[in-house]
């Protein structure tokens, strides 16, 4: 039996094995030592079978349908004592992986923001993440400043990570077919050690900022200056001064990681 796909689980079964495989391959791993691997959403397994092959692979899973891990459990042997049944954004990283840990998926495509916003919270250990993820959503991510879909986690996580966008995914390859494109993309650590400013300010900066997309900076980040200004006891002439720097004048789509952190060092 096959597992009945639900809709509230963002359940599309990747039924293509030549993109599974494609999508298996492109997790760079060392091949002279097991490094742990997790597959967030196995399903039926269809990237877990390859990745189970993978002899430098110490593979976890964490599927929240039932149904699934029975599948799983009885589908494939080697699968046994690797798959954790439960919701990844509520998942014990920290004692399920003392250490480093790389991350694989088809994600569920309703939560994929929240998994990248976990992931983030991770990154020290997570070197590099492989997935399938919505089209709009992996250009969004991978895109550069000036464009339209560029945003807070195009910018939170490019802050981290060299993203690349591998290949676009038609919904022929699901059963059942999603009504959106996908498209599978890598993420992989940089050298970034810390910001050089505060981490919590530039997060709240960026959010702030798109939070009101339209708006310039100097409107939408009015109430983070006005902090700022009791902070240092600022009259009206000083906070004008300050806002008249040209960068006040941008939108938020137009500022890189550089120039959202040397923001972040004039407002903190
Ligand atoms: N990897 C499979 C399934 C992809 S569909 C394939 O490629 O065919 C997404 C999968 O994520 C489903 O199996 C769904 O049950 C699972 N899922 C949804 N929300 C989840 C969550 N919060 N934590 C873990 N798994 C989840």
């Keep these: ?27 760079e791993l060392p091949e002279e030592m ?8 196995p399903g039926m397994g269809v990237l877990s079978q390859y990745l189970l092959a993978r002899p430098e692979v110490d593979l976890r899973m964490i599927e929240i349908d039932n149904e699934s891990v029975d599948y799983l459990t009885r589908h494939f ?16 990283l920290d004692s399920l992986f003392p250490e480093s840990f790389n991350v694989i998926g088809n994600f569920p495509y309703n939560i994929s923001s929240q998994i990248f916003f976990r992931i983030l919270d991770f990154k020290e250990r997570i070197p590099q993440v492989v997935c399938m993820i919505q089209k709009e ?4 991510i991978a895109e550069k400043p000036g464009s339209k879909t560029y945003g807070i986690l195009s910018v939170l996580l490019q802050a981290w990570y060299d993203i690349e966008y591998l290949f676009t995914v038609g919904s022929g390859a699901f059963a059942p077919p999603p009504k959106v494109q996908s498209a599978v993309i890598r993420l992989k ?7 050089g400013c505060d981490e919590a300010m530039f997060k709240n900066i960026v959010k702030t ?30 906070i004008a001064e300050f806002t008249a720097s ?10 890189g990681v550089e120039d959202f952190i040397s923001l972040t060092r004039q407002i903190q």
């Design 137 to 140: 959503v992996a250009e969004r």
């Design 1 to 27: 039996m096959e597992v009945r796909a639900k809709k509230a689980l963002g359940q599309h079964f990747l039924t293509d094995q030549s993109i599974a495989r494609s999508i298996v391959a492109a997790l």
């Design 246 to 255: 040209p960068v006040f004048e941008l939108r938020p789509e137009r500022l």
């Design 77 to 92: 042997p080697s699968a046994a004592g690797k798959v954790i049944y439960g919701d990844f954004l509520k998942l014990g």
């Design 34 to 41: 097991k490094s742990s691997v997790l597959e967030i959403g």
């Design 209 to 238: 900022s798109f939070g009101q997309r339209r708006k310039t900076l100097r409107n939408s980040l009015k109430p983070l200056v006005a902090a700022k200004a009791s902070r240092e006891g600022w009259d009206a002439d000083r």
């Design 189 to 195: 650590r940089n050298s970034r050690t810390s910001l």
